[in-house]
């Protein structure tokens, strides 16, 4: 059983249930246990996670568990579930373009479902299923390519036209006559949401508990390396640790971690921003994206509908972006959503993406023998973040990359096998 | 909203604008000689610098023309706005060939 394997750590946890609840609830639960230890630094590690995201999390997870590694560090400059793990609108689903996505994403959705059990942390997470909507008639004509190749896959999707989709979505608009006509969509049942603070809490303990120290505020300042050129460590604001392999899962830094390595990526950062509004009552049960119009809309257990917007055009660091686009997004939430036109946003938000030229992700090696690279998820690395992890980890422990990782190695942009996800990825990058 | 100075224009809303990232990368002068690795450099790696940062913009819904600015990109600010053709203003920011010798 994978989850008992789980409980073979060295920080053995308490399991989440509702017995376990209903005996805290007597004690004013004042008896919960830390969920994750915040250790000093060791000296040194058999590998260093530079990132603790979700995908920084889930790699470290996924090397304890499958590939016996027990000396890790996660390293984090802010602190858990403070980046873009905790940013994102959190849709989860797998309908991209080409083999290769198509497969790494479902490898990650199939990893979804079991998540909750795995992890003993109730992840919420909701298959309420996502539909993709196409506006012009030439998306529509995509959209019927990309069904068909998700379908080739074995991968559940369906077509479904306007008629079909006011059923599913009562408070769309489907008028013919408005600036962005709904010519039909793609629905995929097993896609939805899930609980994004909860994926990067329950991995940190779930990492926790099988040794690996989740060390906050601890920025890397820089890598060292013997003289043949290995990796053997990394500077950080709370000195150095030494490592014999270092994974970085930076997101938005990764130009900057790169750059400190002394290598340039094909990424850019860019600001993407997203809003809530005020809770209404439940009016929206499917999750909708709009990629010709960048919105995507679902609604929170809270209440509060979720609206993700598009990229700002220029690299930033700023986790904030331009007006403009939360402008956009609102005038077209507004015709496809009527209801909303009276509702108010409660907060707006931005993160930074680490945008890839092919709107696909890079897991490699790198120049640097003992380093390695997870980023350029861009716009929509959260629905990967278990898949993401678990190939990482298998490339970190074998130093070279699965089936599922190998097209997606920093060698594509020298041999042109690009993995062009522009149309599949919702947000144009 | 990012206030980016046209050297025409003046500020103006970088809705305005077209973004156009690293400036100052030179087409190779004879492509028919260059390696994979090469053509990778110049399509696809770029600095993604956080700081000062050389980069162009096209007033798309201006006067239509290219210009070269250096905005910082962690704070926003805007540190100079240069013509193409004219010398970067030098402000500490590294350039790609400082970078690389």
Known sequence: ??????????????????????????????????????????????????????????????????????????????????????????????????????????????????????????????QRGVINLAHSEHEWREMRRRYEAIRLNGVDIELVLPDEIKRLVPIINIDPNIRYPVKGGILQKRGGTARHDAVAWGYARAADELGVDIIQNCEVTGFERAPAGHIVGVQTTRGFIAANKVGCVPAGHSGVLAEMAGFMLPIQARPLQALVSEPIKPCIDKVVMSNAVHMYI????????????????????????????????????????????????????????????????????????????????????????????????????????????????LDRFRTGYLVDEHGAAGVAH | MQLVPCPWCGPRDDAEFHYGAEAHVARPSVPADCSDAEWEAYLY??????????????????????????????????LASYKPGEAKPDIGETDRAQKDA
């Open chain 1, 1 to 126: 059983m994978a989850a008992s394997a789980g409980r073979l750590g060295p920080t053995t946890k308490q399991r989440y249930s509702i017995f376990a609840l209903a005996r805290n609830a007597l004690g004013y639960h004042e008896g919960w246990q830390q969920a994750w230890r915040s250790p000093e630094p060791k000296k040194a590690y058999d590998v260093v996670i530079v990132g603790g995201g979700g995908h920084g999390l889930t790699t470290a997870y996924y090397l304890a568990k499958l590939h016996g590694v027990r000396n890790i560090a996660v390293l984090e400059k802010g602190w858990i579930g403070g980046g873009n793990t905790g940013r994102n609108t959190t849709i989860i689903r797998s309908g991209y373009l080409w083999d290769e996505s198509i497969k790494l994403y479902e490898h990650a959705l199939k990893l979804w479902e079991g998540m909750s059990q795995e992890i003993n942390f109730n992840v919420m997470f909701s």
């Open chain 1, 298 to 409: 679902s609604q929170s257990d809270k209440g509060e509908l979720v609206l993700g917007a598009g990229t700002d055009s220029y690299n930033s660091y700023a986790q904030r972006g331009s007006p403009n686009h939360p402008e956009h997004l609102m005038a077209a939430t507004v015709e496809l959503y009527p209801i909303t036109s009276r509702l108010r946003m409660l907060r707006q938000w931005g993160g930074i993406v680490d945008t890839c030229p092919d709107a696909s992700p890079i897991i490699s090696k790198t120049p640097i023998p003992g380093l390695y690279f997870n980023c350029g998820w861009g716009t929509g690395g959260f629905k990967a973040t278990p898949g993401s992890g678990h190939v990482f980890a298998d490339l970190i422990a074998h130093d070279r990359p699965n089936a599922l990782a190998a097209p997606f190695s």
């Open chain 2, 45 to 78: 790696l770029r600095r993604n610098t956080k700081g000062p940062f050389a980069e162009r913009w096209n007033h798309a819904h201006g006067c239509r023309r290219w210009f070269n600015v250096i905005r910082d990109t962690y704070t926003h600010e805007v």
